[in-house]
């Protein structure tokens, strides 16, 4: 089974920061994964699909990078609306697996 | 607009049984590849099962492998959950999940269960 590990589970930023999430795979998954945001409550929607392409109606200050095992999604200019918990999730290979996820909160 | 709506959660006994239904609609369901997530309290998102749209391919999480079943009706656009021999660490909100085409979009609003005696 393929592992993710996101880092950090947490993190507290302010309104308008650029705030950099970590996905790493336990093997080569190539472009196969999605970031999903999660509020309290709430079911996980997706945000980023095939490492790097944004989600239909997903405003533009997300983005998403990377190949293989190492991944990144990157908030630019944090708004209120985006603390959450966001996790990764690879579409390589049957069991498909989630990452721990990573909590954004208001510092 | 597409739509996902989970029912048949509730408090069960362990070792009880539990179907959960999933019904779609805005979309061509026969057409699409739909998956069961759960999330239990406080922790984070577990993949559990997705079968094809024709329901000829179906895959398990070994967690769940012999005890839970997916299954589809295209015809009532809905996918199933028949959990079984159900335990405590079972107790979790379960999404169903449209792959379009390989990452879940959208969700349902989620079903709780709760093992319990």
């Given amino acids: ?107 | 607009e597409v739509h996902l709506v989970e029912s048949g959660g509730g408090l069960v006994q362990p070792g009880g049984s539990l179907r959960l239904s999933c019904a779609a609609s805005g979309f061509n369901f026969n057409t699409y590849e739909m998956n069961w997530v759960r999330q239990a309290p406080g922790k984070g998102l577990e993949w559990l099962s997705y079968i094809s749209g024709a329901g000829l391919s179906i895959y398990y999480a070994d967690s769940v492998k012999g005890r839970f079943t997916i299954s589809r009706d295209n015809a009532k656009n809905s996918v199933y959950l028949q959990m079984n021999s159900l335990r405590a660490d079972d107790t979790a909100v379960y999404y169903c999940a449209r792959t379009a085409p390989d990452w879940f979009a959208p969700w349902g609003q989620g079903t709780l269960v709760t093992v319990s005696s």
């Fill in chain 1, 1 to 107: 089974d393929i592992q993710m590990t996101q880092s950090p589970s947490s993190v507290s930023a302010s309104v308008g920061d650029r705030v950099t999430l970590t996905c790493r795979a336990s093997q080569d998954i190539s472009n196969r994964l999605a970031w999903y945001q999660q509020k309290p409550g709430k079911a996980p929607e997706l945000l980023i699909y095939a490492a790097s392409s944004l989600q239909s109606g997903v405003p533009s200050r997300f983005s998403g990078s990377g190949s293989g095992t190492d991944f990144t999604l990157t908030i630019s200019g944090l708004q209120p609306e985006d603390f959450a918990t966001y996790y990764c999730q690879q579409a390589n290979s049957f069991p498909l697996t989630f990452g721990g996820g990573t909590k954004v909160e208001i510092k």
